[in-house]
């Protein structure tokens, strides 16, 4: 017995363990390119499946045009089936009950058409004989067509009409011979039937309006058909869309599996390898050990077969003293000697834990869905903000599910100082979301991300979104118009600056349609704007601010007549004692002098001359407007430049021109001055109602006694620059001031 | 009524005319300028007349007062009729400027030997018109006066005495208060007698103190330097005063530098036809 033959009975595997760990790992890939071949198996299966939703779908006509399809339907029923006849040919039961179908459907078109010619029935008996001759040539080209020969879209029409025409021919034929129908029966009958034959007790109709009824229901029953193909196509749709949503998951899910068990499998190959090993070395020590206590085993036989034959010896010995001699020979020296026969090894394993807690969690983590990546924010769209809300919309990169996002968002501040300030978070289901209650033109930061079970992904890059103004607030009190133009001004109610203005103008009417825009004024850069209008129409004019975000709601709308010229008084113009009432246009003097002197002065305002500039009057053409005085009221009222003089009287100067009424103790006393000269002029009648034509085109400066269309005066100047009206009192008393009148025909000549 | 043209010019695309013609009211030749603007070749036109002063004829306002242009540009027909009968034989009627030929005063004379053919104000009043508006393409129902001096004494007391006949009335330096001057004296004095009641009638002055009816609008101008002004023959002041008093309005304008000339009836002569234009074309 060969001790080291006896190795080999120990070694149980045929190979060394690391090419047999080699090949046990091909064999799982082996394995595994079976189990993704059983994968493939149920997508050929499903590959198979699409293909007949599509064919059942192309039978529905879900891919054409429904009507041509209806009209064509016989004869795409047949295409459908020579298309499938080769394909399918073992499938011989369908295709036998779809060209049942086909011939029911090639019935109704037969049913439509008598329809159609129940509609025109006179059209229909002229042409009768001529579609009879045609319907011979057709039924034998039906019957060559249905011999088998696969033919075309065309002909396969043709077929179908050829088919009803021969079938209506047929009804003809019987139509000849029968006359009346026999309701009871259900068939047509001939009229001495009813009278003498088998049908004698049956209820009879005349065969047209049996016709007509049964007719009427076939179509009523081709109407049901249609309705129930439409619901056939619509649930037809459906199921594909379900069909290719069950694709896409179950595709998606079959990709994590492969992932997830790949990820298993090599986890478990490498346990194997790693228990591999440590079954070989455990096998290794286990054999040295043996190993050594068989060698020791065969050095303790030695000895003691030595022993033995020494002691055989020392038996032969005959000299009893040479044999007592030997007789302290080391033989029970050796016997006191242990023998270890012990087994040093056991010949079975250690149990060993093998640890699979890993490929457990891996295991367990296949349903399991992977944490989202973060999703990618859109940037803001056009007209998605209003005042008080942004609409904030994001998507995802992946396939990855998302259970929910959380949206945060805090108001951009350029104070670094604020990152305190509130910081909002929404949960939100949908990859958008709408939010409320922010604060007019500024600018939001939101970011979003996406959570599932498993967790949550980093947020997504933080997107500037900015919410749209306020609307603007139109300065109602400083609106001047004319007859052909408006210049309207208004203000922000936001403290960021906006984009641009929009002005938009409505032309109201008598009708009712009040707020329809005519016209809209877009990218206005200033809070102000000059209009053009039509004369003697009234418009609605509002405004909108606009920035990124959008436009502001409108503001209030201002009423503009564009009767005349309208324009205001420029407060800050106005002499210390001279007051504005609170209409606005009434100025007045009580008295002369203050006492007290002690009464603000404005910049801008007149220091000696007791008066005040209305607005500029900043349109070219004509301008009218009135005032009205009493007959004891001393006054200066024309037009100035902006920087006429405050310290000088109206008319003193070359920058203002102005009529002036004096009382002399003797009579009323006019001038009309410019540059501190008058021309002699004498009125008999003291004007109460000036009327002032101020016309930039004709260099014209007029002056009428309104009441009586008096010509008074006109200075002819060339206006370098847009004027503003002016008015003064000389003494205590008070001016009226009349805008938005329309010009008077009258001042058109003296 | 026939007319007989003694001239056509063509002016500012429309024609100044002189005709003549028999006058069946001063039983003398008379003629008179009459300017055709263009608007006049297509249709009605409305009639302005002008009476001159003292010893001119139809001539001087259609040669000197460069109205024609204004006239063209707010298509009115233009009258410019002589001052007085000519050629009557009246002892006498040559013997001074300003009394007699060129002088008729626009009165119907009450006295002999002037009262058969110095009847100037029918003459202008009704005469002159029908003669006009049967021969011109004009509309009767629009007619405005106007005059200088002499005439515009004329203008003045034809609209006063004919409230609504005349749309508009203007002066140039009119004799405004003839019963209180020289000329008027002389004149009144000679046609209608020594009564001085009877001349109250011819008297713009008077007649604005007892005027009433349509609403009048009288541009007066009147040169500063007018040696007739100093002289008290014109006398605005007084028509002023009574038209105040009346609220009549009137728009007097004292044009700083000017004299009695038609250089001076030139130089305002547009202002004039606006202030017609304006009435006559409302």
């Known amino acids: 017995m060969d001790l080291y033959g006896s190795k080999e009975r120990f070694d149980i595997f045929p190979e060394e363990p690391s090419g047999r760990g080699d090949r046990s790992l091909g064999d799982t890939r082996r394995e595994s390119a079976l189990s993704s071949e059983k994968v493939q198996c149920p997508q050929e299966v499903g590959y198979d499946l699409e293909k007949e939703v599509a064919e059942l779908a192309k039978m529905y006509g879900l891919d054409e045009d429904r009507e041509k399809e209806l009209e064509l339907l016989g004869g795409h029923l047949e295409k459908v089936e020579s298309r499938w006849s080769p394909a399918h040919t073992e499938k011989a039961g369908s295709q036998d009950s779809i060209y049942n179908i086909s011939k029911s459907s090639s019935s109704v078109r037969d049913s439509s058409q008598s329809t159609k010619q129940q509609g025109l029935p006179d059209e229909a008996s002229q042409g009768e004989n001529q579609s009879k001759a045609r319907a011979d040539d057709e039924a034998e080209s039906s019957i060559w067509s249905r011999g088998g020969l696969s033919s075309g879209g065309v002909s396969d029409e043709w077929n179908s009409q050829a088919v009803s025409e021969e079938e209506e021919e047929e009804e003809e034929e019987e139509a000849e011979a029968a006359d009346v129908f026999c309701s009871t029966c259900k068939i047509p009958i001939r009229a001495f039937d009813k009278l003498f034959g088998d049908h004698k007790d049956h209820e009879v109709a005349q065969l047209p309006s049996a016709v007509e009824s049964e007719k009427e229901e076939i179509h009523k029953n081709m109407c049901k058909l249609e309705e129930q193909i439409a619901q056939m196509e619509n649930v037809a749709s459906h199921l594909e869309e379900i069909f290719i949503t069950v694709e896409e998951n179950f595709g998606r899910q079959e990709q994590n599996f492969e992932v997830h068990y790949n990820d298993a499998v090599q986890v478990l190959a490498q346990k194997y390898e790693e228990q591999l090993e440590a079954l070989g070395e455990e096998k290794r020590q286990k054999l040295e050990a043996l190993y050594e206590q068989l060698v020791s085993c065969g050095k303790h036989l030695d000895t003691c077969k030595e022993l033995t034959d020494e002691t055989q010896e020392l038996f032969l010995e005959n000299d009893k003293a040479e044999f007592m001699k030997v007789k302290s020979f080391n033989c029970p020296k050796f016997l006191k000697q242990e023998v270890d026969l012990e087994l040093s090894t056991l010949p079975d394993f250690e149990e060993r834990v093998i640890d699979v807690s890993e490929v457990e969690q891996l295991m367990n983590s296949i349903n399991a869905i992977p944490a989202p990546c973060a999703p990618v924010i859109n940037p803001q769209a056009p007209n998605a903000a209003t005042g008080t809300s942004l609409r904030v919309c994001w998507g995802l990169f992946s396939d990855d599910t998302v259970e929910c996002y959380q949206l945060c968002y805090q108001p951009v501040s350029n104070e670094r100082h604020s990152d305190g300030q509130a910081e909002h978070t929404l949960k939100v289901k949908e990859t958008y979301c709408t939010i409320t209650d922010l604060l007019p033109n500024t600018q939001y930061e939101f970011w979003v991300s996406a959570l599932n079970a498993s967790g949550i992904s980093p947020p997504s890059e933080r997107a500037v979104y900015v919410t749209a103004p306020s609307p603007p607030t139109i300065k109602n009190k400083k609106i001047r118009s004319c007859e052909n133009a408006a210049l309207v001004c208004w203000e922000s109610r936001d403290i960021n600056p906006v984009d641009s203005y929009t002005v938009e103008l409505s032309k109201l009417t008598d009708e009712e349609n009040d707020d329809f825009i005519t016209e809209s004024i877009v990218g206005i850069p200033n809070c102000e704007v000059l209009i053009h209008l039509q004369p003697t129409q009234k418009y609605h004019i509002c405004v909108r601010a606009q920035n990124l975000g959008g436009s502001s709601e409108r503001s209030e709308p201002v009423l503009i007549h564009t009767t005349g010229t309208c324009f205001y008084l420029n407060e800050d113009t106005a002499h210390p004692l001279l007051a504005i009432l609170d209409d606005g246009f009434t100025i007045s003097c009580d008295e002369l002098e203050n006492p007290e002197c002690d009464l603000p002065v404005y910049d801008n305002s007149f220091t000696r001359c007791i008066a005040i500039l209305g607005s500029l009057i900043p349109f070219p053409g004509k301008h009218y407007w009135e005032v009205e005085v009493t007959e004891d009221t001393e006054y200066r009222i024309g037009v100035a430049f902006e920087n006429t003089p405050r310290h000088g009287h109206l008319g003193a100067n070359n920058s203002s021109w102005c009529m002036r009424h004096i009382i002399t103790p003797s009579r009323h006393k006019y001038e009309f001055l410019h540059s501190g000269m008058t021309p002699d002029i004498r009125i008999t009648v003291p004007p109460r109602r000036i009327g002032i034509l101020l016309d930039y085109e004709n260099c014209r400066l007029s002056f009428f006694n309104a009441d009586i269309a008096q010509h008074l005066h006109t200075f002819n100047s060339h206006f370098q620059h847009y004027v503003h009206p002016c008015f003064a009192l000389e003494t205590p008393g008070i001016l009226r001031i009349h805008t938005g009148i329309t010009t008077p025909p009258w001042t058109a000549l003296p | ?282």
């Open chain 2, 1 to 282: 009524m026939a007319l007989k043209q003694i001239s056509s010019n063509k002016c500012f695309e429309g024609f100044q005319k002189v005709f003549e013609h028999d006058s069946a009211e001063l039983k003398c030749k008379m003629k008179f300028g009459i300017y055709l603007p263009p608007k006049a070749e297509t249709g009605k036109c409305p009639v302005l007349y002008w009476l001159s002063g003292l010893t001119c004829t139809e001539q001087n306002f259609i040669t000197k007062a460069a109205f024609q242009q204004a006239a063209a540009q707010h298509g009115l027909i233009v009258v410019a009729p002589d001052t007085s009968p000519r050629g009557c034989n009246i002892e006498g009627e040559d013997e001074s400027w300003d009394f007699g030929t060129g002088a008729g005063f626009y009165v119907d004379a009450t006295e002999d030997p002037w009262k058969t053919n110095y009847r100037m104000y029918s003459y202008i009043k009704d005469e002159l018109p029908k003669l006009i508006n049967a021969n011109f393409p004009t509309d009767p129902e629009r007619m405005s006066i106007f005059g200088h001096s002499m005439g515009g004494h004329g203008a003045l007391i034809l609209a006063l005495k004919n409230p609504g006949k005349y749309k508009s009335v203007s002066a140039f330096a009119p004799i405004c208060n003839p019963i209180q001057c020289q000329w008027g004296k002389k004149a009144l004095g000679g046609y209608l007698g020594p009564d001085a009641s009877k001349w109250e009638a011819y008297d713009a002055t008077q007649l604005v103190k007892s005027y009433s009816g349509a609403r009048l609008d009288i541009l007066i101008d009147q040169g500063k330097d007018d040696q007739f002004l100093s002289a008290g023959q014109l006398l605005p002041d007084n028509f002023i005063a009574a038209c105040t008093e009346r609220k009549i309005p009137v728009v007097f304008r004292l044009q700083q530098g000017y004299d009695h000339s038609y250089y001076f009836i030139a130089s305002f002569i547009n202002d004039h036809i606006k202030h017609h234009a304006k009435y006559l074309n409302a």
